[in-house]
C-alpha cells in the first residue's frame, strides 16, 4: 500500500509540470492567451494512453526488465524521461524556442500517460486475487497519493517562485529533482507475481493458427483496428468537432472494435487443416500484433459473455455521467449566482485537497467492508443526493455557508464514487492483461463521459437557465447505471469470486 500511495504521487505530479507550472511560466513571459491555452491540447494524450497499453503489457524493457521487473521497469523509464523533459525546459527561453516547449511539454505529457498505465496495473497487480476485496483499499491510496502529487507537492513550485532570485528555469531543475526523487519508490516496490508470458505465447500459437486459415480475414481484422486507432487520434485531437459529430464518431470507434472482437473470435474458433502450421515472418508479425492488441479484447468479452460485456461497458459509461456534466457546469453556475473568483478558489479549490484524501481513505475502509458492488451502490446514490444540494443554492443564492457545505459533500461523494469505480474495474481484468484491458476501460468512461459532457451546455440553455431542473436531471443521471448494475450484479460477484 505504501509503494501504491508513492506511485500515485508520482502519477498525480507530472500534471504540475505541463499544467499550472507550465501556464504561469508561459504567462510570465508574456505569451498570449490563446497561445498558453494550446498548450493545455497535450493533456489529450491521456485519453488515448489505451492505445498503446498493450505494447506495456507485452514488451519487456531490455536490461531493466530483468532487473527489477517488466512493471518497475517501466515505470524508471518514464519517470526519468520526465526528469529529462524537466531539465530540458529549464534550459529554454520559452518566447524564442515555443515549438521546443511545446513538443517537450508533450513527450512528458507522453511518458506521464505511459507512467499510468503501469502504475495502475502494478496497483491491480500487487493485490492478490484471493483478497480481491482489497483493491478498494488501494484504490483510496492511489486517489490520495494523485492528489498529494498534484496539490500538495504542486504547491511547492509556486511559494519558490515568489522568492528573491528564483527564476522559473530554477522551479524546472526543482521540478525534476522532485521527479528523481520519486523515482526512488521504483527501488522499495516490489514487483508483483505474474504469468502474461505463458499466456501470450500460447495465444500467439493460436493467432498464427487462425491465421494460416484465413489470411484475409486477420488483414481484415487488422485494418479495423488500425483505423479504430486512427479515429481515436482524430476525435481527441481535433478542438473543432460538434457533439453531435463527436458522438458519431464514438459510435464508429465502438464498431469497428465490436467488428474486431468477433471476427478474431469467430477465426480463433477455426482450426487449422494439416500441412497449414508453416509460418513466414509476416504472418508472425501479424500475430505478435493482433495478440497484442486483439487478445485482451477478445478475452474480455469472451470471459465474460457478449450480453454482460457490453451491460459492463455501457456500465462503465453511465455511472459517473451526472457528476460529468454538473461538472462541466459548476463554475459558470457559481458565477452565474453571484459568487466572486476569491469564493471559487477558496471554496472550490483549496478544500478540494484535504477533502479528497479523507474521502478516499474513509470510502476505501468502507468498500473494504461492505463489498465493491454495495459500495457502488452506496456511492452512487450518495453522489446524486449530493447533486441535490447544487440545486438547494440555485435557490437560496450565493451563500457562503452552504457553498462550503456543498462542495465537503460533493468532493466526499465525488471521491467515494471513484474508489468504488476504480476498484470495480479493477476486479474486473485478467491478470495476464492487467495494463490493456483496465487503460480500455477507464478510457471507455472518460471518453464517455467527455463526450456526452459536452452536451451539459446545451442542457442548460434548453431549460432556459433553471439551475434547479438541472442539477435534479443531474442527480437522477445514476439510476439507470445503478438500474444496471442490479441486473448483472450475481454476474459481477461471480467474476469476481472467479478471480479469487
Same mark, same amino acid.
Given at each position: 500500500?505504501?509503494?501504491?500511495?508513492?506511485?500515485?504521487?508520482?502519477?498525480?505530479?507530472?500534471?504540475?509540470?505541463?499544467?499550472?507550472?507550465?501556464?504561469?511560466?508561459?504567462?510570465?513571459?508574456?505569451?498570449?492567451?490563446?497561445?498558453?491555452?494550446?498548450?493545455?491540447?497535450?493533456?489529450?494524450?491521456?485519453? #488515448?494512453?489505451?492505445?498503446?497499453?498493450?505494447?506495456?503489457?507485452?514488451?519487456?524493457?531490455?536490461?531493466?526488465?530483468?532487473?527489477?521487473?517488466?512493471?518497475?521497469?517501466?515505470?524508471?523509464?518514464?519517470?526519468?524521461?520526465?526528469?529529462?523533459?524537466?531539465?530540458?525546459?529549464?534550459?529554454?527561453?520559452?518566447?524564442?524556442?515555443?515549438?521546443?516547449?511545446?513538443?517537450?511539454?508533450?513527450?512528458?505529457?507522453?511518458?506521464?500517460?505511459?507512467?499510468? $498505465?503501469?502504475?495502475?496495473?502494478?496497483?491491480?497487480?500487487? $493485490?492478490?486475487?484471493?483478497?480481491?476485496?482489497?483493491?478498494?483499499?488501494?484504490?483510496?491510496?492511489?486517489?490520495?497519493?494523485?492528489?498529494?502529487?498534484?496539490?500538495?507537492?504542486?504547491?511547492?513550485?509556486?511559494?519558490?517562485?515568489?522568492?528573491?532570485?528564483?527564476?522559473?528555469?530554477?522551479?524546472?531543475?526543482?521540478?525534476?529533482?522532485?521527479?528523481?526523487?520519486?523515482?526512488?519508490?521504483?527501488?522499495?516496490?516490489?514487483?508483483?507475481?505474474?504469468?502474461?508470458?505463458?499466456?501470450?505465447?500460447?495465444?500467439?500459437?493460436?493467432?498464427?493458427?487462425?491465421?494460416?486459415?484465413?489470411?484475409?480475414?486477420?488483414?481484415?481484422?487488422?485494418?479495423?483496428?488500425?483505423?479504430?486507432?486512427?479515429?481515436?487520434?482524430?476525435?481527441?485531437?481535433?478542438?473543432?468537432?460538434?457533439?453531435?459529430?463527436?458522438?458519431?464518431?464514438?459510435?464508429?470507434?465502438?464498431?469497428?472494435?465490436?467488428?474486431?472482437?468477433?471476427?478474431?473470435?469467430?477465426?480463433?474458433?477455426?482450426?487449422?487443416?494439416?500441412?497449414?502450421?508453416?509460418?513466414?515472418?509476416?504472418?508472425?508479425?501479424?500475430?505478435?500484433?493482433?495478440?497484442?492488441?486483439?487478445?485482451?479484447?477478445?478475452?474480455?468479452?469472451?470471459?465474460?459473455?457478449?450480453?454482460?460485456?457490453?451491460?459492463?461497458?455501457?456500465?462503465?459509461?453511465?455511472?459517473?455521467?451526472?457528476?460529468?456534466?454538473?461538472?462541466?457546469?459548476?463554475?459558470?453556475?457559481?458565477?452565474?449566482?453571484?459568487?466572486?473568483?476569491?469564493?471559487?478558489?477558496?471554496?472550490?479549490?483549496?478544500?478540494?485537497?484535504?477533502?479528497?484524501?479523507v474521502a478516499s481513505v474513509t470510502g476505501g475502509l468502507l468498500n473494504l467492508?461492505?463489498?465493491?458492488?454495495?459500495?457502488?451502490?452506496?456511492?452512487?446514490?450518495?453522489?446524486?443526493?449530493?447533486?441535490?444540494?447544487?440545486?438547494?443554492?440555485?435557490?437560496?443564492?450565493?451563500?457562503?455557508?452552504?457553498?462550503?457545505?456543498?462542495?465537503?459533500?460533493?468532493?466526499?461523494?465525488?471521491?467515494?464514487?471513484?474508489?468504488?469505480?476504480?476498484?470495480?474495474?479493477?476486479?474486473?481484468?485478467?491478470?495476464?492483461?492487467?495494463?490493456?484491458?483496465?487503460?480500455?476501460?477507464?478510457?471507455?468512461?472518460?471518453?464517455?463521459?467527455?463526450?456526452?459532457?459536452?452536451?451539459?451546455?446545451?442542457?442548460?440553455?434548453?431549460?432556459?437557465?433553471?439551475?434547479?431542473?438541472?442539477?435534479?436531471?443531474?442527480?437522477?443521471?445514476?439510476?439507470?447505471?445503478?438500474?444496471?448494475?442490479?441486473? #448483472?450484479?450475481?454476474?459481477?460477484?461471480? $467474476?469476481?469470486?472467479?478471480?479469487?
Amino acid at each position: 500500500m505504501l509503494s501504491i500511495f508513492l506511485f500515485g504521487v508520482a502519477s498525480g505530479f507530472p500534471w504540475v509540470m505541463i499544467g499550472s507550472v507550465m501556464s504561469a511560466w508561459l504567462k510570465d513571459a508574456g505569451l498570449t492567451r490563446s497561445a498558453i491555452g494550446y498548450f493545455s491540447a497535450v493533456f489529450a494524450v491521456y485519453s #488515448i494512453n489505451f492505445l498503446w497499453s498493450p505494447l506495456v503489457d507485452r514488451l519487456r524493457l531490455p536490461l531493466l526488465s530483468a532487473s527489477i521487473g517488466q512493471r518497475r521497469s517501466w515505470i524508471l523509464l518514464m519517470q526519468w524521461m520526465m526528469v529529462l523533459g524537466c531539465l530540458g525546459l529549464s534550459l529554454v527561453d520559452p518566447t524564442q524556442t515555443l515549438t521546443f516547449a511545446g513538443l517537450t511539454a508533450l513527450a512528458i505529457a507522453l511518458s506521464s500517460a505511459t507512467q499510468d $498505465i503501469v502504475i495502475d496495473a502494478y496497483r491491480i497487480d500487487s $493485490i492478490p486475487t484471493e483478497h480481491n476485496e482489497q483493491q478498494s483499499t488501494a484504490a483510496a491510496m492511489a486517489t490520495s497519493g494523485w492528489w498529494t502529487g498534484y496539490a500538495g507537492l504542486g504547491a511547492i513550485p509556486f511559494f519558490m517562485a515568489d522568492l528573491p532570485g528564483w527564476q522559473w528555469s530554477d522551479i524546472y531543475l526543482l521540478l525534476a529533482a522532485i521527479m528523481a526523487l520519486l523515482s526512488v519508490s521504483v527501488w522499495i516496490a516490489r514487483e508483483p507475481d505474474s504469468y502474461r508470458e505463458n499466456v501470450y505465447q500460447q495465444a500467439q500459437s493460436r493467432y498464427l493458427g487462425a491465421i494460416s486459415v484465413n489470411p484475409h480475414q486477420a488483414t481484415l481484422v487488422l485494418l479495423a483496428i488500425i483505423l479504430a486507432i486512427v479515429l481515436c487520434i482524430v476525435q481527441v485531437f481535433s478542438p473543432s468537432w460538434h457533439p453531435q459529430q463527436s458522438t458519431l464518431l464514438t459510435v464508429l470507434i465502438a464498431a469497428l472494435a465490436v467488428f474486431a472482437v468477433t471476427r478474431i473470435s469467430k477465426m480463433l474458433r477455426q482450426v487449422p487443416r494439416q500441412g497449414q502450421s508453416h509460418s513466414n515472418g509476416a504472418q508472425k508479425a501479424l500475430a505478435w500484433l493482433l495478440v497484442s492488441l486483439g487478445e485482451p479484447l477478445r478475452d474480455f468479452f469472451n470471459r465474460n459473455g457478449v450480453k454482460v460485456a457490453l451491460s459492463l461497458l455501457l456500465f462503465v459509461v453511465l455511472f459517473k455521467m451526472g457528476e460529468a456534466i454538473l461538472g462541466r457546469m459548476s463554475i459558470v453556475f457559481y458565477k452565474e449566482i453571484g459568487f466572486s473568483n476569491s469564493d471559487i478558489g477558496a471554496y472550490s479549490k483549496l478544500l478540494t485537497w484535504a477533502v479528497t484524501i479523507v474521502a478516499s481513505v474513509t470510502g476505501g475502509l468502507l468498500n473494504l467492508r461492505i463489498g465493491i458492488i454495495k459500495g457502488l451502490f452506496v456511492g452512487g446514490i450518495i453522489m446524486a443526493a449530493s447533486n441535490l444540494l447544487f440545486a438547494l443554492m440555485a435557490s437560496v443564492g450565493p451563500n457562503k455557508s452552504l457553498l462550503f457545505v456543498t462542495i465537503v459533500v460533493d468532493g466526499f461523494t465525488a471521491a467515494w464514487g471513484t474508489v468504488a469505480f476504480m476498484a470495480f474495474i479493477s476486479v474486473l481484468c485478467n491478470r495476464a492483461f492487467t495494463a490493456s484491458q483496465y487503460a480500455l476501460l477507464a478510457s471507455i468512461g472518460t471518453f464517455g463521459r467527455t463526450t456526452l459532457g459536452a452536451y451539459s451546455g446545451v442542457i442548460v440553455d434548453y431549460l432556459d437557465g433553471n439551475w434547479q431542473v438541472f442539477f435534479v436531471l443531474t442527480a437522477l443521471m445514476v439510476l439507470p447505471s445503478l438500474l444496471l448494475l442490479y441486473l #448483472i450484479r450475481d454476474k459481477v460477484k461471480a $467474476i469476481a469470486g472467479e478471480r479469487a
